[in-house]
Structure formats: structure tokens, C-alpha cells
């Protein structure tokens, strides 16, 4: 079992509203990514980071920001939700080198924009 | 343009049965090809990783093959339970990458019916 976690599981909220996707994971990895999944498509990565004050943007365009202050921690801003965010969010994180094959991923964020 | 093509796109066998699913793809270079399993509502599991060495590999009733001469893999599941009902997902990393990035395929819904 991964110790990567995910709050809030679920989250509905109005167009307009900031917020705040949380993830953390406890195997102290130097990647984290996050990718978006809409119902029976692929996953499409949005956001990684290779470390601490690393980050990136992935092959999916996305108006989110995340940040990366410390190992453990990667959230994900949206400044102003609209309903074209609905989605699930998906964080997953990995070794660094060589074999950093395994990408360990958390629950997931069921996000609806109303 | 890489891509990772699963089918069936869904499937439904009778628990106990034995069944097959399949995976084509265009990645290249090629570094590893990853089985995830996908509960619904839930972040992907993974299964197996083979490298490009690797032809075959058996995690419990998941058996997963790798052809990377004909850039097919397989992932067959024997003696099937209530359980294994979920999105299996055919992900595949390019050797070019050092982030370790992946393409993933759009899964197969599997359904066991008692």
C-alpha cells in the first residue's frame, strides 16, 4: 500500500472559487506529478516536479498552479474554478534515478464546478 | 505521435473464467511497459513492470507477456474473482525520458459476474 494521500476526496464547489488540492506523500520521493482523468479517458499529466522549488507543467494545458516548498507536499491551485475543471485529479510520486520506475499514485480528488 | 491503443474497450466474464486484454502501442523509445489496476473512484494499482528484456511476468492470476518486437503486451487473469472487477490500464515510458514520463492507454473496464 502507497503512502500517498489525497484531501478532500470528494469536493463540490460553485464557479468562481479558489482551491486547493492536497497531497502528501511519506516515502520521501523527489517526484510528484499530477495528472487530471475524465471519465473513461486516459490519464493526462498536468503538473511534476523533480524536487523541492522544482516545478513543471505537463502535456496537458492547465489554468492550475502547484507548488513545492517541502519533499512530502505538493499542492494543486486552482485561483478560479470553472466548470470546464470537473474532473478527477490524480497525484502520484516516484524515485529519483535510474529505476524510478513506479509511480506510487493517491486516491484521487473527485472535483465538480456547478 | 506515441500512443498506447487497449482492447477490448470493456469486458464481462463469469467469476471464475479466465480472460486476456490487450495492448498495442507506438512509444519509441522504448523503456518499460507497466500494468495498473484502477478501482473505480480510486488512484491505479500497479501490477507489473517489464523492461525491455522482459518477456513475461506473473504477479499472483495476473500474468502480463511484453513482444517488443511487435510492440504488443498482454495481460491475462486466470480464475477470475468478484474482485478483479475494475479499469486495467496499459502504461508505457519512453527510454528518451529521464522525468520517467508515461503514456497511458485509455484501459479496459473489466466486470466478473458472479
Known amino acids: 500500500e502507497a503512502d500517498i494521500y489525497q484531501t478532500p476526496r470528494y469536493l463540490v464547489i460553485g464557479t468562481g472559487k479558489k482551491i486547493t488540492l492536497e497531497c502528501s506523500q511519506t516515502?520521501?520521493?523527489?517526484?510528484m506529478y499530477w495528472y487530471q482523468q475524465d471519465p473513461g479517458m486516459e490519464l493526462h499529466l498536468i503538473h511534476y516536479?523533480?524536487?523541492?522549488?522544482?516545478?513543471e507543467k505537463g502535456d496537458l494545458s492547465s489554468e492550475s498552479t502547484v507548488s513545492r516548498i517541502r519533499t512530502e507536499h505538493f499542492p494543486l491551485t486552482l485561483e478560479s474554478a470553472r466548470p470546464s475543471h470537473t474532473s478527477q485529479y490524480l497525484c502520484?510520486?516516484?524515485?529519483?534515478?535510474?529505476?524510478?520506475?513506479?509511480?506510487?499514485f493517491g486516491p484521487g480528488t473527485r472535483l465538480t464546478v456547478t | 505521435k506515441n500512443q498506447v491503443e487497449q482492447s477490448p474497450q470493456s469486458l464481462i466474464i463469469l467469476e471464475g473464467k479466465n480472460c486476456t486484454l490487450q495492448?498495442?502501442?507506438?512509444?519509441?523509445?522504448?523503456?518499460?511497459l507497466r500494468w495498473y489496476k484502477q478501482d473505480t473512484g480510486r488512484g491505479p494499482v500497479s501490477l507489473t513492470i517489464?523492461?525491455?528484456?522482459?518477456n513475461t511476468k506473473s504477479n499472483g492470476r495476473y500474468t502480463a507477456t511484453l513482444d517488443a518486437d511487435t510492440k504488443q503486451s498482454s495481460l491475462h487473469i486466470t480464475a477470475s474473482q468478484l474482485s478483479d472487477s475494475a479499469s486495467y490500464i496499459c502504461?508505457?515510458?519512453?527510454?528518451?525520458?529521464?522525468?520517467?514520463?508515461?503514456?497511458f492507454g485509455r484501459g479496459t473496464q473489466l466486470t466478473v459476474w458472479p
Open positions: 517489464m523492461t525491455f528484456s522482459e
Open positions: 495492448c498495442n502501442y507506438t512509444v519509441s523509445p522504448f523503456s518499460n
Open positions: 502520484a510520486s516516484s524515485e529519483s534515478g535510474q529505476r524510478a520506475y513506479e509511480q506510487y
Open positions: 502504461v508505457v515510458s519512453d527510454r528518451g525520458s529521464t522525468l520517467g514520463r508515461l503514456y
Open positions: 516536479s523533480y524536487g523541492v522549488n522544482s516545478t
Open positions: 516515502m520521501g520521493h523527489d517526484k
